[in-house]
C-alpha cells in the first residue's frame, strides 16, 4: 500500500494535535508532507521533525523569520501567499484544514480548485463560501469530509442509505455554559466564563462561539451544504451530555445516531479513512457510566445566534458569509475584554441587515466582504472602554 | 412495479396486525397471498376479505372446521401439515414469520429451503435452528430479514458498513416490570403482574419473556446467527425508556444507535423494504419530550435467564434449542397459575444441564428435543398447584 500523502493546516491547535495523535496511531497510512501555524513556530518545527515533514508554513512573517534560523533543513514558507501555495499543491492527497475563522476559506477553495481532497475542521469555509464550493467540486470532483463531531455523526448515519429518504438531521447541541443561568445576567457573562466549557477542549473562538450557540448555527449553515438539505429539514436539539453527536430521522420514523466520548480524533480518523472504521486505542463510551442522557428544546430567545443564522440561511448569497465575518470580529472583540457578551449578537444581526447583498459572491466579493465587515466591526462603539 | 407476494404468518397477533397495517399504508407495494392464525377464524377471515385473501391457513382443526362454513371463497388450510405446506409455496416472494414460540421454527426452514426469503419475527427459529438455518440459507441463497426491533436496529446501523469493522454489539432492554423491584419478593409475582409492561404491547408469553429478561438472552443467541459474532462481541445495556432500540460499536470507537418511538411497524416495514426507507406517518419520535435516557448495566443475579442464555450459546448444539423449549414450556404453566414466577430459570437451568446433548441437531433431532423437554416440563412438580 502506498503511504497518502497528508497535509495539515492549523496543525498547531486542537485539531491539528490530534490529527497528529490519529496518523501516528494509524501506523503507515499517512506520510505528512507539509504543516502549517500562525506563529507558535517552536511547536511547529518540533512537530515536523517528529513526523520527518519536510515543508511548513508559518503565516506569520515574524514568526518564520525565526524559525529559519532554527529550521535546521524543514523548508519555511510563510505569509498568506505561503499558506495558499501549499494548498495548491497538487502531489497532496488530502489537506486537513484546521484553521480557525474565515482565513481557512480560501484555502479551502484553492486545495478543492486544484483537484485536492479536503478533510474540513474549517467550518467557516463552508459557511462563508458553501455555493462556490459547490461549483467548484462540481468542475474538479473533488471530495469534502467533514471533520465536525455533528457532521461527522450525520455522515456517519447516512452511509449505506439514499439521500432521498432522509426527513431531517437533528444536531445536537451541548447549549455551552449558560444553558441554565439567568438571561437577565447575560450582559455580564466574562470572559473567564464564556471560556469554561463543560464538554470539549477547542480554541477560543470556538469556545465563545460554543457559549453564543454560534457555533450550531454556523453547523446549520455547513450541515445545509454538505448534506444538500434545506434549513426547514435540519433541526437542534439540546444534549447538555454531548455523547450522542447528532442524529439522522429517516422518511420512516427511523432515527439513526452516531455517539461516542467526546474526542476528536475519532471524526478526524473517519475523515481519513473514510468510508473505513480503522482500529483505534482511545478511550471507549460505557453508557452504563455515563447513565443518563438528557435532551431539551433549543432557546432561540436565550440564543439569538441561533436564528440569527437560520435567517442568514434562508436569506442565501452573502448573508452566512456576513454572519460569519461580524460574529468572527465580534467574538475576537469580547476575548479582548472590549465588548459585551450581548453585544455580539446585536453586531451580527446589524451587520447582515446592513451589508451589500450580494446573491452569488465569488471569492473577490467574500475578500472585500470580509474586509469591510471586519472593519466595521472593530469601529463598533464598545461598552467596556 | 409488480406487486410482491407475501403471506404471513400469525396474522391477528400483535405483528401480524401492524404487519397489515405496514402494507395497507404501502399501497400497492405487496399482494397478501395467505394469512395464517391458530384459533382466531374470525378475525383471519375478516382480514382475508380486506385485503383480498384467498387462502388462509387456521392449524387448530375445530377453529377451521368452523371457518370453513362461512369462508365465502376463501380456501382454508389446517393443522401442521397445512401451515407446512403453506411455508413451502415457491410462488411466494416473502413469507413474514409471526408466529410464537418453537411452533414457529420448522416454518421458517422449510421457507428458506424452498427459496423463499422470509422476514422473521419468530426468534425462536434462530434460537433453536440457527446452524441448520445458516446452512440452508448457504444452500439456496434465501434472505432473511428480522423483524424485532433490536436485531433491526442493528442491521440498520450495519448498513453501509463492513461487518469486520464491528468491534460489538449492543442490545438494549427495557429491563421489563422488575428491573426495581426487591429481589426477595420474586417468588410471589403474580402472572397479572408479569404481564404489565410498561413500553411496549406484545402476546402474553414474550410479556413474560421481558419480565424474566429471556427475551434479551434469546435475542443474544438470536443476534449471534443473523450477524456471525461471538457471544463475546454481543452485550445487553438496560435502557429502560426503550427509545435506543440496539446499538453497533465500530473497531474505532464510533458507536452507532437506532432510535424511535417503541412503535414495531417501522422495523416490519424495513424488513418489508430493505433496504429502503419508505414513507409512514406513524407517531414521529420527539427527544426533546421523552426528555431523558437512561443505561444500566444488566443485574444477571436478578435476571439469571440472561446468564442461562449466554451459557447455552456458549456450549452451542442443542443447548440454546433446549433452552427455549424449556423457557417456552415453563412460561405457559407459570400463565397457567401453576409455577412460581422464581421456578422458570430453576426449570431451564435443569433441562439444558440434563438434555442428551447434540453437536449438529438437525429437524428431526429438534423435534424429538421438542417433544422430549416439553414432557418433562409439564411434569414438573408445581408449587401452586
Known sequence: MTRRKISILGSTGSIGENALRVIRNLGDDFQVALLSCRNRWESVLQQARNFGVDTVVITDPGAAR??????QGVRILSGREGLLEAAARTDIDLMLNALVGAAGMEPTCVALSAGVDVALSNKESLVMAGDLISRIRQQTGAHLYPIDSEHSAIWQCLAGEKPEEV????????GGP??????DTFSRISVE????????????KITIDS????????????AHWLFQLPPEQI????????IIHSMVEFVDGSIKAQLGVP???IPIQYALMYPRHAPAPWERLDLTRVA??????????RFPSIRLAYQALARGGSAPAALNVANEQAVYRFLQGDLMFTQIPDIIANMVEQHPWIPHPDLDDLRQLEAEITRQVQEWPGQKS
Open 66 to 71: 525565526r524559525a529559519r534560523q532554527e529550521a
Open 167 to 174: 426527513r431531517r438531521l437533528i444536531l445536537t447541541g451541548s
Open 178 to 183: 449558560f444553558r441554565t443561568r439567568p438571561l
Open 193 to 204: 466564563e464564556a471560556l469554561r466549557h463543560p464538554n470539549w477542549d477547542m480554541g477560543a
Open 211 to 222: 457559549a453564543t450557540m454560534m457555533n450550531k448555527g454556523l453547523e446549520v449553515i455547513e
Open 235 to 242: 433541526d437542534i436539539v439540546v444534549h447538555p451530555q454531548s
Open 263 to 265: 474526542d476528536m480524533k
Open 292 to 301: 443518563t442522557l438528557t435532551f431539551e428544546p433549543v432557546d432561540t430567545e
